[in-house]
């Protein structure tokens, strides 16, 4: 990646380079409830929507919650070169738009991203600076059950996750930073300090 630069095109100095962050976790461990909780206290924290051939859980919105898309718009978007990152998860793919994660931080704005384990490590690959934050579950049985009480997958897709889960789990010592998320107040507040 370049240098990040301002709007005036001036180089950001390195101690002020703003950061891009990347929080994983397994499945159901709580990402998006701990990034909604965050964004509400503060709303100028910037997250990537992502691009997903997935289908919409009820009340998702496109371009709020992602971007979804069908196989076709997903190739046209890897073929283009539109993806900064891409993974295929539990079955369907995911990635993150390239040029307005490029765009905010040449503007010197923080950036999160909320992908997988597949995603992390290309991030960490193509940007070693990015900041890569684990979110761990208080225990396995505690995933179990909040992947299971959201009620928005069916058993062999729970299941299936469950799966990619411990790969996930033993992947952690990879990630600059584990946060345990017992208390989603908490792991916002320790979150929103390492943005
Ligand atoms: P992810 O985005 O990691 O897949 P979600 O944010 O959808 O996970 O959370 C999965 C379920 O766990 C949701 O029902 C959510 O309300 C619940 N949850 C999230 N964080 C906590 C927590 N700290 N304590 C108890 N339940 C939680
Ligand atoms: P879900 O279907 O539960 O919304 O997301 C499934 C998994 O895909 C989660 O681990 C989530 O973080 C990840 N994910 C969401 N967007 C992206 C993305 O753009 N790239 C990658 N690699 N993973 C993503």
Redo the contacts with the bound molecule.
Sequence with gaps: MTTPVSRGETPVPPDRQPRLTVLS?P????????VAHLRRAHPEVWLSVSATTRRPRPGERHGVHYFFVDDEEFDKLVANGELLEWAEFAGNRYGTPRRAVLEKLAAGEPVLLEIDLQGARLVRSSMPEAQLVF?APPSWEELVR??T??GTEAPEVIERRLTVARTELAAESEFDTTLV????EDVAAELLALL
């Design positions: 976790g499945s159901g461990v709580g990402k998006s409830t701990v979110l909040r992947l009480g959201r998320n017992t208390s989603v």
